[in-house]
């Protein structure tokens, strides 16, 4: 079983950066695909972003493309969500989680969680 704990999150002003980390626990990360999502008061949590073990292939939510980063350090056992552009729209919890799936794009492909990262962006 994998842990998960995410950090990095904050405040910060439309147009600005935030880098979010996941660090997790265990011997298997490298077997893993890793997703971010996010989840805003009264919404559902949304994919944002996942990348693949083995060949590290990305994807992305159409409403980040371009502007968020996924990447991953399997030595460090840490994901990471290198967040550019941002905008008020992008305020959320942050959630990252693991996944057993080769593509990882949907929530339900995801079996372990993070406690989450609040990102607030404000106008």
């Known amino acids: 079983q994998v842990q998960l704990a995410e950090s990095g999150g904050g405040l910060v002003q439309a147009g600005g950066s935030l880098r979010l980390s996941c660090a997790a626990s265990?011997?298997?990360?490298?077997?893993?695909?890793m997703g971010w999502f996010r989840q805003a008061p009264g919404k559902e949590r949304d994919f944002v972003a996942a990348?693949?073990?083995?060949?590290?292939?990305?994807y992305y939510a159409d409403s980040v493309k371009g502007r968020f980063t996924i990447s991953r350090d399997n030595a460090k056992n840490t994901i990471y969500l290198q967040m550019t552009s941002l905008k008020p729209e992008d305020t959320a919890v942050y959630y990252c989680g693991s996944s057993d799936s080769y593509y990882g794009t949907e929530r339900a492909q995801y079996d372990h969680w993070g406690q989450g990262t609040q990102v607030t962006v404000s106008s």
């Open positions: 990348i693949r073990r083995g060949d590290f292939s990305t």
């Open positions: 265990g011997r298997t990360f490298s077997s893993y695909t």
